[in-house]
Structure formats: structure tokens, C-alpha cells
T-cell receptor, first 114, second 116 residues
Framework: AQTVTQSQPEMSVQEAETVTLSCTYDTSESDYYLFWYKQPPSRQMILVIRQEAYKQQNATENRFSVNFQKAAKSFSLKISDSQLGDAAMYFCAYSTGANSKLTFGKGITLSVRP | EAGVAQSPRYKIIEKRQSVAFWCNPISGHATLYWYQQILGQGPKLLIQFQNNGVVDDSQLPKDRFSAERLKGVDSTLKIQPAKLEDSAVYLC??????????????FGPGTRLTVL
């Protein structure tokens, strides 16, 4: 069975600084997708960034980028120039192509200090 | 484009009572999911529909939970009877069909259930 592990329950970052959120996963599949979701206090889950496992190039979306290490089964999220609006829970998630069910990690609470 | 709608947003019930949650997915989305998110944990899939057929309900406690998606649009999740451990946020998500390799799911705001 696929598992997603987020070992850091909380992190804090100073506004305008950079923070990295860690995630590891376990799978025997060769094709899969990885995601980072943001869940603000209002609870609406929003997709931040996604990565296809067959792509070697790390995904980037504006201030958000990932470090995808397939051999190590690691998928970290870097947030640059942190903003107050980045404060939320962040979930790492995994999905295969054949079955689009998402398997989530436990999440990490990110706080941003002004 | 309207997002995924869910109601009610909050529900408080006594244990052994029944409760139902409603979800209206994004128009045209064939796949619909119900997730259970217990406080401090990530969401866990309860059931996945493709149109009005069940694709995966392996994690659904079928002795007390049921779900349906009549006509392949709206969906209802029911709990009968509720237990204390059912206190959670119930998230509905939907995804478009075909030609979408990224498996992106769009989530609703959730229903927060408290069982006393």
C-alpha cells in the first residue's frame, strides 16, 4: 500500500523568508503523481503544485517549487518570499494514474510571522 | 465556474443519531469523492464514484455509512447510527473525465460533524 509521511507537525517562517516542507512516500509503482495541497483555516483544500513522477524537472509555480528525488522517494515543497496568506495546513499527497484516489500525509501547520 | 458545494457546513448530533451530508460537484465532473478528515490527520478516502457507479468503497464502514449518487450528479453521504469517532470534517471532491492526466481534484468547503 502507498503511504505518505510528513514528519514535521509544525513550522514557522518569517515573512519574506524561505521555508521548506518535507514529505516522503512509499510506493512500488513506477508511474504516479505527487501533489502539495494547502488548507487555510476556512478548510477549502486548494492545489498548490503537482509533479509527475516520469518528469525529471522539478515543478515550479510562482513562489512555490518542489525538490523531487525519485530514488529517495522524497518530495519537498519550497515557499519563497513567504507571505502572511501562506499560513495554512499543507498536505503532501500521492496518486496513481490508474486510480485517482489521493493518499494524504498527516499535514504540517505553517505559521508566518510578520 | 462554480466550485464544489456542500451542505450543511456544520452539524452537531448525539451518538446513535443519523445524519446526512450533501454534495454538488462541479458541473460536468464525472468523478466524485468523499473523504473523512479527522482532526490532526490528512483526509482519507471513504468512497469514489464514477458517474453513478462506485469505483472504490474499500474504506467505507458499510455497517453504518452509506452513499449514493443518483443520476451521476449530486451525492449524499449518510451515517446511521453515528459514533463518537465519526466526529470529523467530511470533504467532497470532484474531477473532470478524460484528457486530464494530472488527476487534479477540486474540493468543497467540507461539513464539520460533531458527535456528542
Amino acid at each position: 500500500a502507498q503511504t505518505v509521511t510528513q514528519s514535521q507537525p509544525e513550522m514557522s517562517v518569517q515573512e519574506a523568508e524561505t521555508v521548506t516542507l518535507s514529505c516522503t512516500y512509499d510506493t512500488s509503482e513506477s508511474d504516479y503523481y505527487l501533489f502539495w495541497y494547502k488548507q487555510p483555516p476556512s478548510r477549502q483544500m486548494i492545489l498548490v503544485i503537482r509533479q509527475e513522477a516520469y518528469k525529471q524537472q522539478n515543478a515550479t509555480e510562482n513562489r512555490f517549487s518542489v525538490n523531487f528525488q525519485k530514488a529517495a522517494k522524497s518530495f519537498s515543497l519550497k515557499i519563497s518570499d513567504s507571505q502572511l496568506g501562506d499560513a495554512a495546513m499543507y498536505f503532501c499527497a500521492y496518486s496513481t494514474g490508474a486510480n485517482s484516489k489521493l493518499t494524504f500525509g498527516k499535514g504540517i501547520t505553517l505559521s508566518v510571522r510578520p | 465556474e462554480a466550485g464544489v458545494a456542500q451542505s450543511p457546513r456544520y452539524k452537531i448530533i448525539e451518538k446513535r443519531q443519523s445524519v446526512a451530508f450533501w454534495c454538488n460537484p462541479i458541473s460536468g465532473h464525472a468523478t466524485l469523492y468523499w473523504y473523512q478528515q479527522i482532526l490532526g490527520q490528512g483526509p482519507k478516502l471513504l468512497i469514489q464514484f464514477q458517474n453513478n457507479g462506485v469505483v472504490d468503497d474499500s474504506q467505507l464502514p458499510k455497517d453504518r455509512f452509506s452513499a449514493e449518487r443518483l443520476k451521476g450528479v449530486d451525492s449524499t453521504l449518510k451515517i446511521q447510527p453515528a459514533k463518537l469517532e465519526d466526529s470529523a470534517v467530511y470533504l467532497c471532491a470532484s474531477r473532470g473525465a478524460g484528457g486530464f492526466p494530472y488527476n487534479e481534484q477540486f474540493f468543497g468547503p467540507g461539513t464539520r460533524l460533531t458527535v456528542l
